[in-house]
């Protein structure tokens, strides 16, 4: 299995700060990185597929980049209703693998 | 707007079999892959497998010799069954489409059901 790894886990930030995310895969996945936002008590929702496709609807603050085994989730001026746990997930081979987490939290 | 719906009991015993469905609405049926996704403290987000309206299926291999997902094209249903529960599949449990084609991400998620497994 490719194994997703994120860093950090846990992330202090304030309004308006820019916040980024890391995302590394054990192996190469091309384009094939998804990006998820999930708050508590909900199911999680696509913000970004293919590494830095914004999923319809999902505000222009959010941008992702990346290549090969290194991917970054960036949120340009962070708002009260991004404080939630971000995931990324492969989708280059089954099964579909997911990193454990970074949770974002109010400083 | 597609919208998952999923049912089905949310308490069992160790050995018992998880049953849930997944109802789906508001968009069409064929042409995307239906998943089962879990998600525990202990192990995060894990995909179960997927089926499209076909029957085809595909599992991940940690869980393939429990599982058993099925479809009901007529319904726009489908349906997962875990045998042989253990504490260790609590989790809230989750159905999702599937887009199928790359870079395979999830695009639509029925909220969670979950599962606790205890005797």
């Known amino acids: 299995d490719i194994q997703m790894t994120q860093s950090p886990s846990s992330l202090s930030a304030s309004v308006g700060d820019r916040v980024t995310i890391t995302c590394r895969s054990s192996q190469r996945i091309t384009n094939y990185l998804n990006w998820y936002q999930q708050k508590p008590g909900q199911a999680p929702i696509l913000l970004i597929y293919?590494?830095?496709t914004l999923q319809s609807g999902v505000p222009s603050r959010f941008s992702g980049s990346g290549s090969g085994t290194d991917f970054t989730l960036t949120i340009s001026s962070l708002q009260p209703e991004d404080y939630a746990t971000y995931y990324c997930?492969?989708?280059?081979?089954?099964?579909?693998?997911f990193g454990q987490g970074t949770k974002l939290e109010m400083k | 707007q597609v919208q998952l719906q999923p049912w089905g009991a949310g308490l069992l015993k160790p050995s018992e079999t998880l049953s849930l469905t997944c109802g789906v609405s508001?968009?069409?049926?064929?042409?995307?892959?239906w998943t089962w996704l879990r998600q525990s403290p202990g192990k995060g987000l894990e995909w179960i497998g997927e089926?499209?309206?076909?029957?085809?299926?595909n599992y991940n291999p940690s869980l393939e010799s429990r599982v058993i997902l099925s479809v009901d094209s007529s319904k726009n249903h489908f349906s997962l069954h875990l045998n042989s529960v253990t504490a260790a599949d609590t989790a809230v449990y989750y159905c999702?489409?599937?887009?199928?084609?790359?870079?395979?991400?999830?695009?639509?998620w029925g909220q969670g059901a979950p599962v606790t497994v205890s005797s």
């Open positions: 293919g590494i830095s």
């Open positions: 089926i499209n309206h076909r029957g085809s299926t």
């Open positions: 999702a489409r599937n887009l199928p084609f790359s870079p395979y991400y999830f695009d639509s």
């Open positions: 508001g968009g069409s049926f064929s042409g995307y892959f």
């Open positions: 997930q492969q989708g280059y081979n089954r099964p579909y693998t």
